[in-house]
């Protein structure tokens, strides 16, 4: 049964940073996509960041320059740093895993985990 486990959610005050992380276990990812999408409260669940293979990353407009995903593949985990927080970055972070490409689109990835709030006060 494959999980993914995300930690590393909290509250924060604008400008502060956060350090995500999301443990995969009963697939190993190291040669599919792994990505970070995230839910605001009354909002469609929207792209973050993806990280592929080799590794290629891409980014959300509105993170660009603020988050940083990252992959360790000896521990099948996936890591988004978030700095420069805003309060518009309030939501639900979900990781997901298993696309074969670095898509933007949520239906392209099989496997997600239950997410972790992250909260920014202004």
């Known amino acids: 049964q494959v999980q993914l486990t995300e930690s590393g959610g909290g509250l924060v005050q604008a400008g502060g940073s956060l350090r995500l992380s999301c443990a995969a276990s009963?697939?190993?990812?190291?040669?599919?996509?792994m990505a970070w999408f995230r839910q605001a409260p009354g909002k469609e669940r929207e792209f973050v960041a993806n990280?592929?293979?080799?590794?290629?990353?891409t980014y959300a407009d509105s993170v660009k320059g603020r988050f940083t995903i990252s992959r360790d593949n000896a521990k099948n985990t996936v890591y988004l740093q978030l700095n420069s927080l805003k309060p518009e970055d309030t939501a639900v972070y979900y990781c997901t895993a298993g696309a074969t490409r670095n898509s933007a689109s949520r239906t392209e990835y099989p496997y997600w985990g239950r997410g972790t709030q992250v909260t920014v006060s202004s």
């Open positions: 990280i592929g293979r080799w590794p290629i990353t």
């Open positions: 009963g697939r190993v990812f190291s040669s599919e996509v």
